[in-house]
């Protein structure tokens, strides 16, 4: 089993595990069905999930993180980064 992983989520601007990045995108957007919580202003315009996807993102393990290392934050402003979430998202 992997273990969980660790990143900086820019738009969230907080520290965020893989999974729960990806558990937000499910959400509905806008207004929700009774029962179910809509998802994150941030994560409604995020394109970094494009990012965390492809793993090109800076992670660390949960046990590093909760030992007090952090994750370093992405460049978005990369070359490489740019084309990436220009391709994926459009």
Known sequence: MDKE???YCIP???YMSVSTCKSLRTRPVGKAPAGSQ?????C???SMHVLVDAKK???ISLES???GTKPKTAN????VN??????KVA
């Open 5 to 7: 992983m660790m990143f």
């Open 12 to 14: 969230q601007q907080a």
């Open 38 to 42: 809509p998802m994150l202003r941030a």
């Open 44 to 46: 409604e315009r995020c």
């Open 57 to 59: 993102v800076p992670t």
């Open 65 to 67: 993180y909760l030992d």
């Open 76 to 79: 978005l402003n990369s070359s």
């Open 82 to 87: 740019k084309k990436l979430m220009r391709t």
